[in-house]
């Protein structure tokens, strides 16, 4: 790797380090239009999971003390089983149709929450419902990586606290992101080119998980909120121009 590889590939660590450390989780979704300058797609996949991982770890504690495990199991269980599913589903899904609907879906829905004026909290379908929800999270996480939409409209749709949503978030991603992990491992995919890259990307995604870190300690629900939706706009409206 040259200095400017180097260089692309540290910057993005950084960018999708702050993302991480501020909202529990986007590391991919951000570091991906960087790393894809230089890196092979999936030299810059196992990244991504490493990253994310390492990132979120590293922020674990931040949320430790608040997590209650009565709401983030229900998400957490279903979504290690959909993992696999997900995964079987890739050879049969049509990726330009499912870009452009998660995509769609994705801009339309954050678009909404960012012009409506109030949250209402909903407990349509309890514990049932939300095991739901993870088990497409996971489902989504095998077939895409895109294991955070599912539970951050849900948690959005209950109306839950900024510290809540980011403990059910941070917690279901880093289950999800460790069994992609392994499945990397397990694949031959972590090879000698993505340790140089972890190499170059480490001290990127530590760093830039600390400075996400501290501004969410600043952040009220509201500001919380609207940063998350901003994040899942541009992640959809990625999805749908990566489509064509």
Known sequence: MGLTDIGLVLLG????GVVSGLTGFGTGITAMGF????????????????CSVVSQTQNLPLIWKRIDWRIVLPFVIPGILG?????WLLPH???KLFKIGVGSFLALYSAYVLIKNASVVRNWGGVWADGAVGFVGGVLGGLSGLSGPAPIVWTDFRGYSKEHRRCVLQTFNLAILAIALVSHALSGLLTPQVGLAVLAALPGTTIGAQVG?????????RNYQRVVMILLIVSGVSLIVASW
């Open 13 to 16: 660590a950084f960018a999708g």
């Open 35 to 50: 790393w894809l300058y230089t890196l092979s797609p999936p030299v810059a996949a196992s990244l991504a999971v490493v």
């Open 83 to 87: 993992v696999p599913f997900g995964t």
């Open 93 to 95: 899904t049509d990726p």
């Open 213 to 221: 870190a501290r501004l969410y300690l600043r952040l009220a629900d």
